[in-house]
Each structure stands twice: as C-alpha cells, then as structure tokens.
C-alpha cells in the first residue's frame, strides 16, 4: 500500500493508540496535517506551542500513556523546548513531532529552519530526524518505545517536508524492525542485592522509605503501601511522589526537602537507613549534600543505573524497575519471617489501586498501628515531632488578610478526594503540595526538576483531556498565570472544563520571599498589582466563567460555584496575603539541620 | 615534557555506536554539557559498516568514571562500552610534524626519524614532514626531540586501542559488531 510520508505518519501515530494529539500547523508540518482530518485522533489547537507541550505532559502524567504533540520546524519547535526540557527533567513520556524544512534546504538557513534534533539531544531522551519516508513507521515505533520504557522521558521525531509530501510503502514494524541495538531498558533487580537491603531493611531502627517520582511511573503505589505497612517503616513523599503513597496513612511522614515539613525532613536527617525508591537525591530535597542525612545507610533503587552513586553514594544500589524490585523485596521480606500482614494487598482493607479510581485509604491499618518491636521509639519520635512542628498558618478572621493556605484547605474540602491538582511553580506550588491532601497517585501535576511557571493551565487541560471523569483544578501564581493563560482560551472553545485557583498576591512571591530573607528586604522587579490584569474580565474574554475572592466568607462559596460548572472553565482570583511565607524553608545550600519553622512555632524557645 | 602519554587519571573507552548522523555530536554534546573533560577523541568506521568505533581518553579528574560511563551508556546509539586498561591494551597513535631542517641540522633530524623508526613524508628546501606510529609514550618522547629543532606545525592523531590478546589466543576485544552485546555495562533506558 503507497501513502504518502504524512499518512504514514499519521497512520503510525493511530497504530500505537493514539487518541489525542496537542499541536499547532504552520508551513513546514502542513502535509502532516491534511491526514488529520480523515485521522480517528484528536487534535487539540493550541494558542501556543509551549500550551501543546505542556498539555502532552499533563495527559501522560494522570494517564500513564505517552503525551503527543505536533508543531512546525523553526518558531514552532523552539516554542516547544521548554516543555521538552520539562518532561526530560521529570521524567515524562512525550513524543514530540515537528515539521522540517525540505531535506534539500536543511543547512542553508531556510526559511523557518532550526537544527531542532541539535538544540533539543540535551534535553530528549532521543530524537531522530528522518531523511527516508521509509524510516517513518520504524521510527514512530522506535520513538513510543524508547519515551516509554525504562526511564520514560520525552523524545522528538523532526520530519522534513518532502519526506511528509513524498510516496512510500507501508508496512507494521514488528518488533523485529525496531532498530535499536544500544537500547535495552532494566527491569528486575539483582536478587542477591534485594536480599542484602531486605536484611539491612529489618535490622534498621531508624529507617525512612524516601518514595520519589520513579514509583509512580513504574506504577508501584500499592507495591510500595505494602512494603510499608509489613515493616512499619515511615514513608515520605517527594514532590514527584505526591499522591503515591496516602497522606493520610499513618506512616506518611509527607513531603521533604526546601519547603518539606519539619518530621520529614528531621527523619531523614536522624534516619539509620534511607530507603531511596525512584528517587535521586536531588538538592531540593538533601539540602548541603554533605551534611544530609549522615548517619544513613543507603539503599538505592532506580531504573537509571547512571542515579546510582551519582549524587550519594548508596550502600546498596539496585539498578531496576521500582515495582518489580519491591515486589522482589516482599518475597525476600516473607523469605525472612515478615509474612504478608492481612491489612494490605489482597486484605480487605482496599489499597489505592494504581488506576487512579481505586478505592480510599484506609487510615490506621493493622500494621501500620502496631510497628515491629524495634521500631516503636523511632515512631514516638515522630510522633512529638509532628505535634511538636505541624504545618501551621494564621488566619485572622473577618476582614484579615486572605491566607493561601486558607483558600486551599477550603479547596481540599469542598472538592473530591481524587480531584486532580495541577500547579504553577512559587509559593503557591508548595502551599498546594504541603495543604492538599494527596490520597491517590495521579493526581497532582506539577513541574518539579525544571520548575516551569506557567506549566499549571496547560497541564491542567492536557489532564482533564485525559481523564475527563475527574474535577481538575489547577492551582497558580498570578505570575505564572501570566505566562500561559492563553490556552484558556484552547480550553473554552474545546470546552475542557478546568477550574484555575490563583493565589493572586501581586508578586512573584517566592521569589520576593527569597528577596525579603535573604536580600535585607530589597525587592527588585517582583511586584505584579493584583489588578493588572483584570482576571476576572481576562477570563470572561477567554471564555470562562471569572470570579473574585477577596475575603474569607467569599471563598466557599466561589468554590462551590465553580465546581458546579461543567461546560466551560473558571477562574477564580484568590487575592492572598502578599506578606505570606512558605514554612518550613531550608535555605539553599544550608544544611537539612538548619530548617526554619514558622516563626509561631518557636517563640518563646529562642529556636 | 609533553602533557601526552600515560597519565593515572586518564582512562580511554572505546565506544561502539551506531552510524547513524550526529552520533559524534550526541558523545561530544555529553561530555560537555555535563562538564566531563575529554583529553582525546578518535572516530573511525569498524569492521562492520553500521557501526563505528570512538576511541576516547577521558579525563576523570572532571568527574568519576563510573558516571561518564552510565551516562555515556544512556545514549541510545551507545552499543557497547569498554574501558581499557593501559597495561592490558595496545594504544597507538599517529603522529605528523613539519620540522624546521636546514643543512645544518637536517642530518640530525633525519637521523632521529629513523632511530624511531618514523617516516619522512615531505621534503622542503630547509623544512622536513615526518610521520612517526607508535605508543603514545614514544610519541611524546619523539615530539621532545624534535622539539629541539623547531616544529613549525604538529598534529596528532588522538589514540586508538585495543584490548590486548590474551596467552591462549583468546578474544579480549570489544564485541563483534555483528552481535553487539554490551561487555562492561548493562544498558539500560
Ligand atoms: C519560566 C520561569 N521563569 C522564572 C522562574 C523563577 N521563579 C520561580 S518562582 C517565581 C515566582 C512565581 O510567581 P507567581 O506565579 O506569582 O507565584 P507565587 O510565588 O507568587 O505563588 C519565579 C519568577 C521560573 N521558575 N520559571
Ligand atoms: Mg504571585
């Protein structure tokens, strides 16, 4: 059968499910766009490429399959190299296609021409630029392999406009025409070093499971509830980690690192052995790495041999897939005496499943109330910690100040439990991962290693486009809202109903904290004005439905408002406290040992 | 002395990749980007057309071995990867100089080129090219030789190797092109 490049493009994006694409046509894509019209896939037209890119991201990370994104050559693809830089930092699977200039032009700075393969290898787990049609549907294949398998990450596919215009044969790639002789992605771990943490694992008496990103994309929540519950051991939950082990078990210690709680940082800093489980020790979360967690031992298991030893060195490390070495972890656990306990998988107590519509928590489990022997001092500790330092903020009621903090419990409280949270990146960002609740894996959505503002609309449309049975409610800066507040309109005439909270305090507010404790109060270029823009009427013009909170009594029911409608989406302009900080904060490159509390916490103590 | 030659925090790899365009700029793109130094670097085609060879002599003052390797390995047209051990390899290099060689001294010079066993490639009226294969080691102890007559231009070639054979006639190489199978690392995604 002869199609031409674009239908086999097309054809090979359909043959690996594709349901839904997020993109932009312009001069050098054209040909691939012509198919679409007759394609069973989904084209959602962005008014931005970074929108397509970051949309693609938001569906990959609540689905679990690979976002897709098509844009032109030149403008089109840079446009779209910040979500690339995104996804290859959080480890999100993307294939990216843009368009090209003909292959005859490539080099001669063509009109719209941009070395795309070159300015994104640093920033892809591969790309290809493809100068046969014939290579097309081995490398599509090729391409939803690699983004998919091992470390998951994005790729990009650069397709030159004659190769999209010209004739060639059809045929399925089997898996024998893969052609990827360097690829081989890890999966088990080495059962004689799962053994060797097992031991090291039961004979700990300070032991924290440090669960990062890794767990969620090897879809390792329930595995990981159950290594938890048989061995008592607390768990604490990275930023990339939200939701894939309950807040509300009792052994959830929550979040680490720069803005992580006081108990979770303070364990891993007191620990005797760190469980490291798909995470890698980034500086947000271990502060000054030589005075992180010195007591540790380390056991470390990533799927990505070149994060072992890399920033810490591990006593064990296993290079492997996170849920196969748990589950490797648990026979050689049973091996050992510590059976399965009946409050976990297979028990009647109902884990969440990794389909995000699994059932609830079951808070206080049988094993997690009752910890082994050896553990129960290093649980009371925890314990005082948490009463000692919990998470506070103070509200004055009436015509006080509207705290963040405020408007998100309010947030948490009115909507579903498996509500899906997308996020902006700032005060807000962390507000939201410290005060939201996160029961259930897949549900929150944020930029966590690049740190993208703007990243909360658009990953918020990409997540409901791929699960539409879900409330999805981005929570945002005014600053970050700024930069990507376009795709609103996307959403509108899509009609993708996504709600937008943003936490409007006028400033680019963690970078004015930062300002404020750190450059003796000299703020430089970090006022916004709550007023310009005018939200409400930005959102009306983009329609959505806008509303305004300014005050306590107001924010209940401007909740409640937007989340009774379904048909478009709203914004609501949270104007906040400008004066609010985010606590706890380990300032960068200080130690973990020198964590600032809120100041209430410590008056009086001379902390 | 030449900064040539055996030094302990020098490694070389040699890496078989796949030869498929911007290879070269995928290997080079690394090691800058995550700041490894490379002391040198050599490409050349294999004994199998689909691949070719990179011989590379990292500097692991920059960072550990092991990192360069597992990063290196992530690359997907990234076959295989051996480090070699200087005292188990055969390293070669190639090394061409343009000498100053006026009538004085160009019986010394060419003297010289023949106790290392060197070629001379191109004659001038007061300048000889010379040619010289060998060990790096010997290399450098040439290059300091010739340095004294006045080298008006020098390249060198970087170096190759191979893993040494062993007593009984064993295989010690990379693996074949043919069935690439990673040796030294696993790969992984
Ligand atoms: C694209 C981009 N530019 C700059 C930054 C640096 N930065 C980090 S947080 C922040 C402020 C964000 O302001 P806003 O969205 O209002 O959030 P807030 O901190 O006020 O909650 C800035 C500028 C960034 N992370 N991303
Ligand atoms: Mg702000």
Known sequence: ?607 | MSVYGTDKRHHTLTVLVENKSGVLARVAGLFSRRGYNIFSLAVAPSDNERFSRITIVVDVESSPLEQIIKQLDKLIPVVSITELDPERSRERELLLATVEAAADTRGQVIQLVGVFEGKIVDVGPDRLTVMLAGAPTKLDDFEDLIRAYGIVEMQRSGRVALPMLDRSGEHLAPPRPESPVALTTEKAG
């Open chain 1, 1 to 607: 059968m002869e199609l031409t490049g674009a239908q086999a493009l097309i054809k090979s994006l359909e043959m690996q499910q594709v349901e839904v694409m997020f993109g932009l046509p312009g001069g050098a894509i054209l040909p691939v766009y012509d198919p679409i019209i007759d394609s069973s896939i989904r084209h959602i037209l962005v008014r931005h490429e970074q929108g397509a890119g970051h949309m693609a991201e938001g569906y990959a990370q609540v689905t679990g399959r690979p976002g897709v994104a098509m844009v032109t050559s030149g403008p089109g693809a840079t446009n779209i190299v910040t979500p690339l830089a995104d996804a290859y930092m959080d480890s999100i699977p993307l294939v990216v296609v843009t368009g090209q200039v003909a292959t005859s032009a490539i080099g001669t700075d063509a009109f719209q021409e941009s070395d795309i393969t070159g300015i994104t290898m640093g920033i892809t787990k591969h790309n290809w630029l493809i100068t046969d049609g014939a290579d097309i549907p081995r490398v599509v294949a090729e391409a939803f392999h690699v983004a998919t398998t091992g470390r998951p990450g994005p790729v990009l596919i650069d397709v030159p406009k004659d190769v999209a215009i010209k004739p060639m044969e059809w045929y399925h790639p089997g898996p024998s025409d893969l052609d990827l002789p360097g690829y081989h992605p890890l999966t088990e771990g080495d059962p004689v070093l799962v053994r060797q943490a097992v031991e090291m694992l039961l004979a700990a008496e300070r032991p924290v499971i440090y669960a990062g990103g890794g767990i969620l994309k090897a879809r390792g929540a329930e595995a990981l509830r159950e290594l938890a519950e048989r061995t008592g051991i607390p768990v604490v939950t990275t930023l990339m980690a939200r939701g894939c082990f309950p807040d509300s078990h009792p052994l959830c210690l929550g979040m680490p690192g720069m803005h992580g709680n006081y108990t979770a940082v303070t364990a891993m800093q007191r620990s005797d052995l760190l469980i490291a489980l798909g995470s890698r020790f980034d500086d947000r979360v271990t502060g000054r790495i030589d005075a992180f967690a010195p007591e540790a031992k380390i056991i470390h298991v990533d799927i990505d041999p070149a994060e072992l030893h890399k920033v810490r060195h591990a006593d064990v490390a296993i290079a492997g897939d996170c849920r196969l070495v748990i589950d490797e972890m648990l026979v050689a656990l049973a091996d050992l005496g510590l059976p399965h306990s009946d409050a976990t998988r297979g028990g009647s107590g109902g884990a969440p499943s990794d389909a995000v519509s699994g059932a609830p928590a079951t808070a206080g489990s049988v094993a997690a109330s009752h910890p082994r022997e050896r553990l129960i001092p290093w649980r009371a500790q925890l314990s005082q910690w948490q009463g000692r330092f919990p998470l506070v903020y103070d509200q004055q009621p009436g015509s006080g100040a509207l705290k963040p903090q405020f408007v998100l419990e309010a947030l948490r409280d009115a909507t579903p439990d498996d509500t899906i949270v997308a996020s902006g990146v700032g005060q807000h960002q962390m507000f939201a991962s410290q005060w939201w609740q996160f029961d259930y894996p897949y549900t929150w959505v944020n930029s966590g290693g690049l740190g993208t503002m703007g990243f909360a609309v658009p990953a918020a449309i990409g997540a409901k486009v791929g699960r539409p049975d879900k409330m999805v409610w981005a929570v945002d800066g005014d600053g970050c809202f700024q930069m990507t507040a376009q795709e609103l309109v996307t959403a509108s005439s899509e009609r993708i109903p996504v709600k937008i909270a943003i936490l409007n305090n006028a400033y680019l507010g963690m970078v004015r904290q930062w300002q404020e404790m750190f450059y003796e109060e000299r703020y430089s270029e970090v006022y916004l004005s709550p007023d310009l823009p005018d939200y409400v009427g930005w959102a009306e013009a983009m329609g959505c439905v806008g509303i305004r909170v300014d005050s306590t009594e107001e924010v209940a029911s401007a909740i409640d408002k937007a989340n009774d409608i379904d048909d478009r989406p709203v914004v609501i302009d949270f104007r906040t406290d400008a004066f609010e900080k985010v606590f706890p904060m380990v300032a960068a490159g200080a130690s973990n040992d020198d964590i600032i509390v809120d100041p209430s916490l410590t008056e009086g103590d001379g902390r």
